[in-house]
DNA sequence: TGGGGTTAT
DNA sequence: ATAACCC
């Protein structure tokens, strides 16, 4: 089930999978090496399990554009190539690229400190995410040209499951009857590889597809970006940070422990995050030998069975997880933060400007959402942030005007906004925000054309109406009453 | 710490 | 509605 165990089922012929015929030369790209030839060893590779199809052995990719919001700001603004550069939110540099870390800039860097490591630093206003958001998804589709099974994380990671498309590759490198099979890109610990083993084959199949995605990319898009190789999405993950900028690594199962073992803490462990972390020290667990040894029973009485046992699992490099296609966005939402906001008024004028952009772009998107929430954060002097929302359906009547553009769905939905906002911040006491949020979500298509006999009745006359992107939605002026 | 996202409970 | 996770 889980790929990472070469042995786990053994010798069953799988006649789709077996690769006949196939003449296996000296291959190497980079770093391959034939591996050691026992008389005895493994059979041919043709000749070997192959557990693949349903679920036992996959290959993953896990690709990752090199510091995504510079790279667009690059390209937006080719001037700045060559120079430091950073992106700024607020007070922090979120990323920036190679030349200014190379003069110490680091990631979510305070800005003084950034300007005080390097003055020569050229900042760039990274607040309004549209063109970042833009870019992301024509990668997103670019990708899902190689294979649909596309999984975004964040805007600037893409999984995809390349299982499918590697079969489809084996079966044609039987049926052309030769050919070498190479690596591109790194081996991760400089592995031996052994072309007789069906899994190294595969997933180096699988380095060559990751080769030709980072192309793509690069030649359609102007991206650079790393990616790795591996038989699950940990793993893939894992290794694609080892060679940084713009270049990709495989790694082969024999090399899973080692990969997993280099990481100096579980924080590091993708899926181990802060609170579980903190709950682990608490237990003394540290390291990821440390949690691969701890009781199972005190772990789950601890955490509870779910998070116990897939973390564990974890610390082994074992991930069952599905490479899940993401399709279109789940929810939308804007968010603005500062220092303080005390005053209704004030929070009014803000939401207002966060509901603006969002109705652009829930339009330019189709769907229509059907509920609305609206998030704070209160001052808090030392507690670690933690944010409260309040959520509605919205109206059907203002839904339907949503994607019209001749009707003026502002006023009612500040309406809506303002009345959760007064459900959460009792405006008659003192209170002090630095942060407002408004998020659209449970998203529904429109209705297209497929009549079934409910669908009859749930059809807008108004669905489809005009939204050319081009107009937009004032903030103050808001009565657009234009019949 | 920003300005986003997701799923599970 | 919140809490956890991810970037």
Redesign the pocket.
């Known amino acids: 089930r889980l790929g990472v165990e070469p042995q786990e089922e053994g010798g069953r012929q799988e006649e789709e999978d077996a690769v006949q015929g196939m003449n296996v030369g000296a291959t190497g790209g980079l770093l391959g090496a034939p591996g050691p030839q026992e008389p005895s060893g493994p059979p041919p590779f043709h000749e070997q399990v192959v557990p693949t199809g349903s679920s036992s052995s996959r290959v993953i990719v896990h690709v990752?554009l090199d510091c995504f919001y510079a790279q667009v700001e690059m390209i937006s603004n080719p001037e700045l190539r060559g120079k430091p550069l950073g992106v700024q939110?607020?007070?922090?540099v979120?990323?920036c690229n190679y030349e200014a870390r190379k003069l110490g800039v680091k990631k979510?860097m305070n800005v003084r400190d950034a300007k005080e490591k390097c003055p020569q630093l050229v900042l760039v206003n990274?607040?309004?995410?549209t063109r970042y958001?833009e870019m992301s998804y024509k990668v997103t589709e670019l990708l899902e040209e190689f294979s649909p099974v596309v999984e975004?994380?964040?805007?600037?990671?893409n999984f995809v499951d390349l299982s499918e498309m590697v079969k489809k590759r084996l079966k044609q490198l039987r049926n052309d009857g030769h050919s070498a099979v190479t690596v591109s890109g790194h081996v991760y610990n400089n592995q031996s590889i052994n072309l007789h083993d069906i899994l190294h084959v595969r997933l180096l199949i699988g380095s060559q597809i990751a080769a030709e995605m980072r192309e793509a990319i690069y030649n359609q898009l102007g991206l650079t970006g790393c990616a790795g190789v591996a038989s699950n999405k940990l793993l893939a993950?894992l290794v694609s940070g080892i060679f940084k900028p713009n270049q990709q690594t495989v790694l082969l199962p024999e090399s899973c422990q080692d990969l997993i073992h280099s990481l100096n803490h579980i924080k590091e462990?993708?899926?181990?995050?802060?609170?579980?972390?903190k709950r682990l020290e608490a237990l003394g667990i540290s390291s990821v030998h440390d949690l691969q040894t701890f009781s199972s029973k005190i772990l789950e009485k601890e955490l509870?069975i779910?998070?116990a046992h897939r973390i564990q699992k974890l610390s082994f490099g074992e991930d069952n997880s599905p490479v899940?296609p993401?399709g279109?966005?789940?929810?939308?939402?804007?968010?603005?933060?500062?220092k303080k906001c005390s005053s209704e008024v004030e929070a009014k004028k803000k939401i207002e400007e966060?509901l603006a952009?969002l109705l652009n772009?829930v339009c330019q998107d189709g769907r229509k959402p059907y509920t609305i929430?609206l998030?704070i954060r209160r001052y808090s002097s030392e507690k670690?942030?933690?944010?409260?929302?309040?959520?509605?359906p919205i109206p059907s009547h203002v839904i339907q005007k949503l994607g019209t553009g001749n009707y003026d769905v502002m006023t009612p939905m500040v309406d809506i906004l303002m009345k959760?906002f007064r459900?959460?911040v009792n405006v008659k006491m003192p209170f002090h925000l630095?942060?407002l949020?408004v998020?659209f979500?449970n998203l529904k298509a429109l209705n297209t054309a497929k009549k079934g006999p409910i669908d009859y009745y749930l059809t807008s006359s108004l669905s489809t109406a005009s939204c050319s992107g081009k107009r937009s939605f004032k903030m103050k002026d808001t009565h657009m009453e234009d019949y």
């Open positions: 990752d939110q607020k007070y922090l979120v990323t979510l990274g607040e309004d995410l958001r975004r994380l964040g805007f600037d990671e993950k462990m993708p899926g181990i995050g802060y609170k579980t972390t509870g779910s998070v899940m993401s279109p966005p789940q929810s939308f939402s804007e968010e603005d933060s500062f966060l952009s772009r929430r998030i670690h942030y933690s944010r409260e929302s309040r959520q509605c959760l459900n959460m630095t942060l949020s998020c979500c």
